[in-house]
Nanobody, 124 residues
Framework: QVQLVESGGGLVQPGGSLRLSCAASGFTPGFHAIAWFRQAPGKEREGVSCIASNDVTTYYADSVKGRFTLSRDKAKNTVYLQMNSLKPEDTAVYYC?????????????????WGQGTQVTVSS
């Protein structure tokens, strides 16, 4: 059974940094893509970043390019989202999701397993 557990959210001032972690279990990390999505109050969930099974191919939403970095430690089966230069508009619940396929997708329906989410609030 696939299980994803996010951690690392919190309250941070604009310009600050946070690192989110997604600890995964129940599947072999080498054959799955992992993505982060976020949902702000009153808005639809949107894709933030994704890493393919090769750990080389990564994708970022235009709104976070140059500020967020996604990486994976396969030995720990954990994916990290380093978020720098945070803005108030980054405030949302962040979810990690697993796709049982090598490649990424920007369609949340392609991801079959989801974590419970972690709140990120950027405010002064």
């Amino acid at each position: 059974q696939v299980q994803l557990v996010e951690s690392g959210g919190g309250l941070v001032q604009p310009g600050g940094s946070l690192r989110l972690s997604c600890a995964a279990s129940g599947f072999t990390p080498g054959f799955h893509a992992i993505a982060w999505f976020r949902q702000a109050p009153g808005k639809e969930r949107e894709g933030v970043s994704c890493i393919a099974s090769n750990d080389v191919t990564t994708y970022y939403a235009d709104s976070v390019k140059g500020r967020f970095t996604l990486s994976r430690d396969k030995a720990k089966n954990t994916v990290y989202l380093q978020m720098n230069s945070l803005k108030p508009e980054d405030t949302a619940v962040y979810y990690c999701a697993q796709r049982a396929y090598y490649y990424c997708s920007d369609n949340e329906r392609d991801f079959g397993s989801w974590g419970q989410g972690t709140q990120v609030t950027v405010s002064s």
